[in-house]
């Protein structure tokens, strides 16, 4: 059993916890001894079941998949052979699986800095359900500067074992507010996607045009999907919270924005995307071997 791991910058006032035995999820990040992060129950109760809440990591794809049944890269996948599958409440296969994987090597470089990687073709099981050979790097690192503490969390996936793979992961951010009904999202400008009951895009759907920045509150039973405008900087959104602001830079390699906040609740979400929810299924962009991706985002809290 792997203990937490606290990482902690110069300043003493930024400090993250990183979960290696329940997927390398951050279950707290605390910026000036005030907690940013959201729950969806006590730690301990959380960490026993595969939930989301915190900063979790959503490999090998984000949300929502068609099927348990497709083909990728030229190969044949079937992700039942996974008996602990985690699904939505109508049997989608959702979140992939790592939500509580254990078995990640570790370097801690610095006491700001953990890099945590999984050579996938060493685990059986994860071969069986998704037989792609290659390794994922996760990079996580606090700093801080003049206005804002930071996360930076940088993500791999290098094709170094002779094969093609797919590229569709994302991460879901659970940042908390105090004061929800005053609470909103700043929303960069966007383009959306037209999403079936099932929280699947629709298939052959005419594209939408793009619309401008604008503000929306939280808890308004938001959950949808952007395409977003590639643009010479990062791409920036918000939670402001009265005083308090937490901002989530896309710096490369994403290329969607799902936006959730559910009705009554005290927390939003802006997910880092790299593709559209079941591009797996749909329109998967493959690395070929010898190729590797990258996407980085960096979460800021104002001081």
């Not at 999403?195 to 052959?204: F, Q, R, V, Y």
Request: glycine share 6%; proline share 8%.
């Amino acid at each position: 059993m792997t203990h937490p791991i606290q990482l902690s910058d110069s300043s003493a006032s930024n400090t993250l916890v990183i979960e290696p035995d329940a997927g390398c999820v951050a279950t707290s990040w605390r910026v000036n001894d005030r907690e940013v992060l959201a729950l969806p129950s006590p730690r301990e109760e959380f960490l026993r079941s595969p939930r989301t809440g915190g900063v979790p990591l959503l490999y090998p794809y984000a949300n929502r998949l068609r099927s348990d049944h497709f083909q990728v890269a030229g190969r044949d996948v079937d992700l039942s052979v996974d008996a602990k599958l985690k699904r939505d409440p109508t049997g989608l296969p959702i979140h992939g699986l790592l939500l509580r994987w254990s078995e990640w090597n570790l370097i801690q470089p610095s006491p700001s800095r953990l890099e945590a990687s999984i050579r996938w073709s060493d685990h059986a099981v994860l071969m069986a359900a998704y037989p792609f050979a290659h390794t994922l790097r996760v990079i996580w690192e606090v700093a801080h500067d003049s206005s804002a503490a930071t996360l930076t969390v940088t993500t791999i996936i290098e094709a170094d074992q002779g094969q093609p793979v797919a590229v569709a992961f994302g991460w879901h951010p659970y940042m908390s507010v105090a004061n929800a009904a005053s609470a909103h999202i700043e929303i960069p400008r966007r383009r959306p996607v037209a999403l079936a009951k099932t929280g699947l895009p629709i298939l052959g759907a005419p594209r939408s045009d793009w619309v401008e920045a604008s503000k929306e509150a939280v808890g308004q039973n938001q959950d949808s999907l952007f395409e977003i405008e590639p643009s010479a900087g990062s791409t920036r959104i918000a939670i402001v919270d009265v005083s308090d602001r937490t901002e989530i830079r896309f710096e490369g390699g994403y290329n969607f924005l799902q936006v959730y906040s559910p009705t009554g609740g005290t927390f939003a979400c802006a997910e880092p995307m790299t593709t559209a929810t079941s591009a797996l299924t749909d329109a998967p962009k493959v690395i070929a071997p010898g190729e590797r991706a990258q996407a980085i985002f960096q979460m800021r809290r104002s001081l």
